[in-house]
Nanobody, 122 residues
Framework: QVQLVESGGGLVQAGGSLRLSCVVS????????MHWFRQAPGKEREFVAY????????LYGDSVKGRFTISRDNAKSTVYLQMNSLKPDDTAVYYC???????????????WGPGTQVTVSS
């Protein structure tokens, strides 16, 4: 069973940057694709970014394209989300998750980690 631990969230002013990390255990990290999702208060969980097993292919949600960058370090079983030019609308709890294939549907995942809170002040 895969275990996910997100970290790196915090309070930042609009225009600032944060780097999130997610450490994965319980699976062979280098063989799985990784995703980031987020959920703002009162809203549904939404897809943020995807990276394939090798790091050679990435995909982003429209609202973060050009501002966020997903990357991974297979030696550390860790996936990252570099977030630049942050906006108040980026305020949410951010979650990572693992899958064998790419999906933008949160319901495709059976379990989630605790997430990490990102708050962007205006």
């Amino acid at each position: 069973q895969v275990q996910l631990v997100e970290s790196g969230g915090g309070l930042v002013q609009a225009g600032g940057s944060l780097r999130l990390s997610c450490v994965v255990s319980g699976r062979t990290f280098s063989s799985i694709a990784m995703h980031w999702f987020r959920q703002a208060p009162g809203k549904e969980r939404e897809f943020v970014a995807y990276i394939n097993w090798s790091g050679g292919y990435t995909l982003y949600g429209d609202s973060v394209k050009g501002r966020f960058t997903i990357s991974r370090d297979n030696a550390k079983s860790t996936v990252y989300l570099q977030m630049n030019s942050l906006k108040p609308d980026d305020t949410a709890v951010y979650y990572c998750n693992a899958a064998t294939e790419m999906t933008t549907t949160p319901g495709d995942f059976r379990a989630w980690g605790p997430g990490t809170q990102v708050t962007v002040s205006s």
